[in-house]
């Protein structure tokens, strides 16, 4: 198999760049939402609720980006 044949390997930075900007806006977003309602609960109770909402959320919107912008990760 020649060299051209082969997929080319994202770089990691490009999709740590891709993963930050799809979970920095979310966490704040998320926050906003729901802080109000969480700010008196027990620290690990609303890290708790705020990781059940979000982990879910990254797992499908995460490899969506990355696959939107694989030309961009490969260059």
Known sequence: M???DKPSKPK???ML????L???PLINILFAIIG???VNLHPLLRSLIVTI?????????IPAMQ???YKWTVK
């Open 2 to 4: 020649e060299k051209a």
């Open 12 to 14: 990691a930075w490009k």
């Open 17 to 20: 760049i891709i993963a930050w």
């Open 22 to 24: 799809y979970a920095y």
């Open 36 to 38: 109000p309602y969480i």
């Open 53 to 61: 909402l979000l982990v879910p959320t990254l797992g499908l919107g």
């Open 67 to 69: 696959r939107k912008f």
